[in-house]
Nanobody, 116 residues
Framework: QVQLVESGGGLVQPGGSLRLSCAAY????????MNWYRQAPGKERELVAG????????NYADAVKGRFTISRDNAKNTVYLEMNSLKPEDTAVYYC?????????WGQGTQVTVSS
């Protein structure tokens, strides 16, 4: 059974850090491009960061460049999102996404709230 299970969200003060994890089950993780998306209340879901199957290619949304780092461990079937210098506008539900050709899988999301 295909599953993406996110963890690591929570409440953090502005300027703080969080590390999100997404564990994958039921498919060949090492073949998939992995992405992190987020959706804030009243807004569309947006791509935050993506990493290719080998980790050789990485891209970030302009809003998070220099603050967020995506990485993956194919031996552990896990993708990570290290988030530093968090801002209130980073508040959203963060979703893990796996993509390979026409195959798309989504996690259930993890809430990140940045507030003092």
């Amino acid at each position: 059974q295909v599953q993406l299970v996110e963890s690591g969200g929570g409440l953090v003060q502005p300027g703080g850090s969080l590390r999100l994890s997404c564990a994958a089950y039921g498919f060949t993780f090492s073949s998939y491009t992995m992405n992190w998306y987020r959706q804030a209340p009243g807004k569309e879901r947006e791509l935050v960061a993506g990493i290719s199957s080998t980790g050789a290619n990485i891209n970030y949304a302009d809003a998070v460049k220099g603050r967020f780092t995506i990485s993956r461990d194919n031996a552990k079937n896990t993708v990570y999102l290290e988030m530093n210098s968090l801002k209130p506008e980073d508040t959203a539900v963060y979703y893990c996404n796996a993509r390979w050709y026409t195959y798309r899988y989504w996690g259930q999301g993890t809430q990140v709230t940045v507030s003092s």
